[in-house]
C-alpha cells in the first residue's frame, strides 16, 4: 500500500509541475468512495491524461476501465503509471479524439461513465455516451462549474474561454431537460460535477 500512495503522489506531483490538469482532491475521494460503495464493475473514462483518477477508481473497485485520451505522450504516461500501480490488466486504452472514438464502443454497457474530456464538447459528447449508459449507471460530468465562470457567473478571464462557458452551461442545460435522467448538479464539490443516472 506504501508503493502505491507513494506512486500516486508521484503523479499528482508531475501533474503539478508539467501543468497536467487531474482531478482536484475532493472530487477524487468523490469517486473513490462511489466505487467502493458501487462496485463498478465496467467503467469508461473519457480524458484520462496520465491515468491519475483512472488509477482511484480501479484501486477502490474490483472493475475494468476503458479509458478514452487523444494525448499519445500522455498515453504513453498513463501505460507507465499503471504499469506501476499493478492495474495494466485491467485496463484498456482508446486513442484518438474521443468524438471519433466512442461510436466504436456502441453495444457495450458501462456502470460509471467518468467524462473528464475537452470540456468545450460536453454537449457533444454526452450525446455519445447516453447510449453506452448502463441501465443502473452513473454519468459523473468534472469541471462544470468552469472556475466559477459557470457555477458564479464569474467575469470570463479570457476571450478563448467564451465557448467553453457557453457550452457547459449547455451541457447543463441538456442533462436538465433530459426527462429520462436525473441529474444532480454539485457546484461546490472540486471544480463542479454532475451526477446523472436514468430515472427509475
Given at each position: ?6 506512486t ?10 508539467k ?11 468523490y ?7 458501487k462496485n ?15 488509477s482511484n ?44 472514438t ?18 468545450g ?29 459557470v ?8 476571450n478563448?474561454?467564451?465557448?467553453t ?15 429520462k435522467?436525473?441529474?444532480k ?16
Amino acid at each position: 500500500m506504501e508503493k502505491v500512495e507513494k506512486t500516486l503522489k508521484e503523479m499528482e506531483e508531475f501533474a503539478k509541475e508539467k501543468h497536467i490538469p487531474i482531478v482536484l482532491p475532493d472530487t477524487r475521494e468523490y469517486l473513490k468512495n462511489f466505487c467502493k460503495e458501487k462496485n463498478p464493475q465496467k467503467i469508461l473514462e473519457v480524458g484520462t491524461a496520465i491515468g491519475y483518477s483512472a488509477s482511484n477508481m480501479l484501486l477502490s473497485c474490483s472493475g475494468n476501465i476503458v479509458c478514452c485520451e487523444a494525448s499519445k505522450p500522455n498515453i504513453v504516461l498513463a501505460k507507465q503509471n499503471f504499469e506501476k500501480l499493478g492495474l495494466t490488466q485491467r485496463v484498456k486504452i482508446v486513442e484518438g479524439d474521443c468524438l471519433k472514438t466512442l461510436g466504436g464502443l456502441l453495444g457495450q454497457k458501462f456502470d460509471l461513465i467518468f467524462l473528464d474530456g475537452p470540456k468545450g464538447f460536453y454537449p457533444e459528447i454526452l450525446k455519445l455516451l447516453l447510449p453506452l449508459l448502463g441501465e443502473n449507471g452513473t454519468l459523473i460530468a468534472d469541471n462544470i462549474g468552469f472556475r466559477g465562470m459557470v457555477s458564479k457567473n464569474k467575469e470570463i478571464t479570457e476571450n478563448r474561454f467564451e465557448k467553453t462557458v457557453e457550452k457547459l452551461k449547455q451541457f447543463l442545460l441538456d442533462l436538465q431537460r433530459n426527462k429520462k435522467l436525473e441529474t444532480k448538479i454539485l457546484f461546490e464539490m472540486g471544480d463542479g460535477i454532475s451526477v446523472s443516472t436514468w430515472r427509475k
